[in-house]
């Protein structure tokens, strides 16, 4: 299995950007697909993109497409979110989460999980 540690949440103002970041430990990295998930405060967790082992396969949250892109790079074991035009409603902790079979949008589909990493946006 692997480990997975999210990293650059922060508060930004609307309209703003962030990039986060999920790095991977333990077993091979790119034998994994990889999801991104966000929860907000009283609210279930919802999808918000994926991407297969490759790279090649991206999948994306309709709330999110056109501003967010998902992407990794196997030789670092990481995969990022590049989040462009936030929005109040992006609020909440974002989680990245690993599947050794093909990526897919149902959260308890996934194998491992991160700790999260709260992305807060200001109106």
């Known amino acids: 299995q692997v480990e997975l540690v999210e990293s650059g949440g922060g508060l930004v103002q609307a309209g703003g950007s962030l990039r986060l970041s999920c790095a991977a430990s333990?077993?091979?990295?790119?034998?994994?697909?990889m999801g991104w998930f966000r929860q907000a405060p009283g609210k279930e967790r919802e999808f918000v993109a994926h991407i297969d082992w490759s790279g090649g396969i991206t999948y994306y949250a309709d709330s999110v497409k056109g501003r967010f892109t998902i992407s990794r790079d196997n030789a670092k074991n990481t995969v990022y979110l590049q989040m462009n035009s936030l929005k109040p409603e992006d609020t909440a902790v974002y989680y990245c989460?690993?599947?050794?079979?093909?990526?897919?949008?149902?959260?308890?589909?996934?194998?491992?999980w991160g700790q999260g990493t709260q992305v807060t946006v200001s109106s």
């Open positions: 333990g077993r091979t990295f790119s034998g994994y697909a």
């Open positions: 989460a690993a599947r050794l079979r093909g990526p897919i949008i149902i959260a308890r589909m996934y194998d491992q």
